[in-house]
């Protein structure tokens, strides 16, 4: 006999086959420039210099204008991100321009340029969700990211977004990996002693740079205690919770974060990055086969409802990989953004670890 667990995703496998068909879209991610003042190793997006070609003002008003015309905003969510969204010059332009067409949105960002006074004018923009990378302590948070004094930033950056009093959700994010998985327990209680909503602990992903650093990716032991660690403290109460990675099979699914597995990528979620390609999650591979169009030359309407296919699919059908698994049905092959498009499997697999 089935479990409830086993149940309930049965029936989020048989919605997510109707969303193949008829896709949502609830989040727009807008990646409003590449420009960063950090060096994050793990930074999925290689972020740092500005390159040339990336989106204008006028652009980003003429996309506003045709997705409010196309879509019922009411439904969707703005997620501005980098880069560093907030080292565009325009950047109170463009967010100012979507609250005025009545957008919900959110950002996510380093913190080290939220003074109060970007604080208040985030906030006067109607920004409503924010969520602040902290990853270690302020030595190890400092070298991963490349910008010496980046955590005390942010820190104060975090203590003003609090202080403004205007958001519905302040939100901490930290990337686990084998070199600060030790500095858990002491980021817990800086994190027990801020007046967050949540924060939001993920593994590094071998994606973008840091596919440079393989001695950091996480170990089959790091994965357990990561995800023990959050599983405690969930069950204690606090606001901690795991990110749409990754399938955890049938033990952890429900556990770790308030909703069973599902990858949003092209069905909930799409993408328009800093020189207009679209796209779906911002961190899957930007190779000609996951860019799906360019802003510039398509609309994005047209490109959502008549394209996305390689998005609209079980990956674990046609993987040799996957092939006979009886996880499958739940997994779906896991995520895109952690998809090996050229060996069709996926880079992480919890089974046999977890499950």
Same mark, same amino acid.
């Given at each position: 006999? *089935?479990?409830? /667990?086993?149940?309930?995703?049965?029936?989020l496998?048989?919605?997510?086959?109707?969303?193949?068909?008829?896709?949502?879209l609830?989040? #727009?991610?807008l990646?409003?420039?590449?420009?960063?003042?950090? +060096?994050?190793?793990?930074c999925?997006?290689?972020?740092?210099?500005?390159p040339?070609?990336q989106?204008?003002?006028?652009?980003?008003?003429?996309?506003?204008?045709?997705? /409010?015309?196309?879509?019922?905003?009411? *439904?969707?969510?703005?997620?501005?991100?980098?880069?560093? &969204?907030?080292?565009?010059?325009?950047?109170?332009?463009?967010?100012?321009?979507? +609250?005025?067409?009545?957008?919900?949105?959110g950002m996510?960002?380093?913190?080290?340029?939220?003074?109060k006074?970007v604080?208040?004018?985030?906030?006067?923009?109607?920004?409503?969700?924010?969520?602040?990378s902290?990853?270690?302590?302020? @030595?190890?948070?400092?070298?991963?990211?490349g910008?010496?004094?980046?955590?005390?930033?942010?820190m104060?950056?975090?203590?003003?977004?609090?202080? @403004? /009093?205007?958001? #519905? =959700?302040?939100?901490v994010?930290?990337?686990?990996n084998? $070199?600060n998985?030790?500095?858990?327990?002491?980021?817990?209680?800086?994190?027990d002693?801020?007046?967050?909503d949540?924060?939001?602990v993920?593994?590094?992903? &071998?994606? $973008?740079?840091?596919?440079?650093? &393989?001695?950091?990716?996480?170990?089959?032991?790091?994965?357990?205690?990561?995800?023990?660690?959050?599983?405690?403290?969930?069950?204690?109460?606090?606001?901690?919770?795991?990110?749409?990675?990754?399938?955890?099979? @049938?033990?952890? @699914?429900g556990?770790?974060?308030?909703?069973?597995?599902?990858? =949003?990528?092209?069905?909930?979620?799409?993408?328009?990055?800093? =020189?207009?390609?679209?796209?779906?999650?911002?961190?899957?591979?930007?190779?000609?086969?996951?860019?799906?169009? =360019?802003? !510039?030359?398509?609309?994005?309407?047209?490109?959502?409802?008549n !394209?996305?296919?390689?998005?609209?699919?079980?990956?674990s059908?046609?993987?040799?990989?996957?092939?006979?698994?009886? +996880?499958?049905?739940?997994? !779906?092959?896991?995520?895109?953004?952690?998809?090996?498009?050229?060996?069709?499997? &996926?880079?992480?697999?919890?089974?046999?670890?977890?499950?």
């Open positions: 006999m *089935k479990t409830v /667990k086993e149940r309930a995703m049965d029936r496998a048989d919605y997510v086959r109707g969303l193949y068909r008829e896709p949502k609830r989040q #727009l991610f990646e409003l420039t590449l420009q960063c003042n950090e +060096h994050c190793f793990h999925g997006s290689s972020a740092g210099s500005a040339c070609g989106l204008s003002l006028d652009e980003y008003r003429r996309i506003l204008d045709e997705v /409010k015309e196309d879509f019922d905003i009411r *439904k969707l969510q703005l997620c501005i991100t980098g880069g560093e &969204p907030l080292l565009r010059p325009d950047f109170f332009e463009i967010m100012g321009y979507a +609250h005025d067409l009545g957008y919900r949105w996510t960002s380093n913190g080290t340029l939220i003074t006074e604080a208040h004018r985030l906030a006067e923009c109607g920004m409503k969700t924010v969520s602040i902290i990853d270690g302590l302020p @030595e190890t948070h400092d070298r991963l990211r910008f010496p004094g980046g955590y005390e930033f942010a104060r950056g975090i203590q003003n977004l609090i202080d @403004e /009093k205007a958001f #519905l =959700n302040v939100q994010t930290t990337v686990v084998h $070199g998985i030790g500095e858990l327990d002491a980021l817990f209680e800086i994190m002693g801020l007046d967050i949540s924060w939001r993920i593994n590094l992903e &071998p994606i $973008g740079r840091a596919l440079l650093r &393989p001695e950091l990716m996480c170990t089959p032991e790091d994965y357990r205690r990561l995800f023990s660690f959050i599983r405690e403290k969930r069950e204690a109460g606090y606001p901690v919770e795991y990110g749409c990675s990754h399938y955890l099979g @049938e033990e952890l @699914e556990e770790l974060r308030d909703w069973f597995w599902l990858c =949003n990528a092209g069905i909930y979620t799409a993408s328009i990055m800093s =020189n207009g390609d679209i796209g779906a999650c911002l961190d899957i591979e930007r190779r000609p086969e996951t860019i799906q169009g =360019n802003i !510039r030359r398509d609309r994005f309407r047209d490109v959502w409802e !394209r996305f296919e390689l998005f609209r699919r079980d990956l059908e046609g993987s040799a990989y996957c092939a006979g698994c009886s +996880h499958a049905g739940h997994c !779906r092959g896991g995520a895109h953004h952690s998809w090996n498009y050229d060996k069709n499997e &996926p880079m992480i697999c919890f089974k046999g670890l977890l499950f």
